[in-house]
């Protein structure tokens, strides 16, 4: 069975630009988690939903962040404009249900915004 | 805030030898824990998870946990080369009706022959 899957794998882009990125959850899997990675803060939940509807966007980092789960096998993580804080790897991840232990990551897409 | 605390490392072990790393969490409330091993360049993968106090073990890995002290360690036996990796410790917040988990920066292992 295929994973969590992730497009694009690496994106460079220029500060200002809008930036979409893009998830498949594993098939059947009805939660989904957008997380950012970096050196400095470590690995952070951005938003998560749960059969398609947001249930916590409170790592959000600001307005500039957005997301949307339009159906059960489809997410995007959108940022506008973006700048070169924003710099890091974004995976998203796909669960059973809410529970951790059914978790699986994606590759991740990783970002560098000049 | 919730915070969740490791060393960052590096733990150097040598083959064969106990590698121990350890987490600590400020929730006091916290009920569920677990450890991620990331290799450099891909995703986290999760290896073990704990909710009740005491030990629980997998083959070479076992984890503890001591909610008194707000404590869960990893300690996997017999360490290999393979097992270079960096480890993330995660806590589980089931507030607000989810399940949302908060991770370490995580503890880089490095095991040498």
């Known amino acids: 069975d295929a994973g969590v899957i992730q497009s694009p794998r690496h994106e460079v882009t220029e500060m200002g630009q809008e930036v979409t990125l893009r998830c498949k959850p594993i098939?059947?899997?009805?939660?989904l988690f957008w997380y950012r990675q970096t050196m400095m803060r470590g690995l952070e939940l951005l938003i998560y939903?749960?059969?398609?509807?947001?249930?916590?966007d409170s790592g959000m980092p600001e307005d500039r962040f957005s997301a949307k789960m339009p159906n059960a096998s489809f997410s995007t993580l959108k940022i506008q404009p973006s700048e070169p804080r924003d710099s890091a790897v974004y995976f998203c991840?796909?669960?059973?249900?809410?529970?951790?232990?059914?978790?699986?990551f994606g590759p991740g897409t990783r970002l560098l915004v000049l | 805030q919730k915070e969740v605390e490791q060393n960052s490392g590096p733990l150097s072990v040598p083959e064969g030898a106990i590698a121990s790393l350890n987490c600590t969490y400020s929730?006091?409330?916290?009920?569920?824990f677990f450890w991620y091993r990331q290799y450099s360049g891909k995703s986290p993968e999760l290896i073990m998870f704990?909710?009740?106090?005491g030990d629980k073990e997998d083959g070479r890995f076992t984890a503890q946990l001591n909610k008194a002290s707000q404590y869960v360690s990893l300690l996997i036996r017999d360490s290999q080369p393979s097992d270079s990796a960096t480890y993330l410790c995660?806590?589980?917040?089931?507030?607000?009706?989810?399940?949302?988990?908060?991770f370490g920066t995580g503890t880089q292992l490095k095991v040498e022959l």
């Open positions: 991840a796909s669960s059973l249900g809410l529970s951790p232990e059914t978790q699986y």
């Open positions: 098939s059947g899997h009805n939660s």
């Open positions: 939903f749960n059969n398609n509807v947001p249930i916590d």
């Open positions: 929730d006091r409330g916290s009920q569920s």
């Open positions: 704990i909710y009740s106090n």
């Open positions: 995660a806590v589980g917040d089931v507030t607000g009706g989810g399940n949302k988990l908060t």
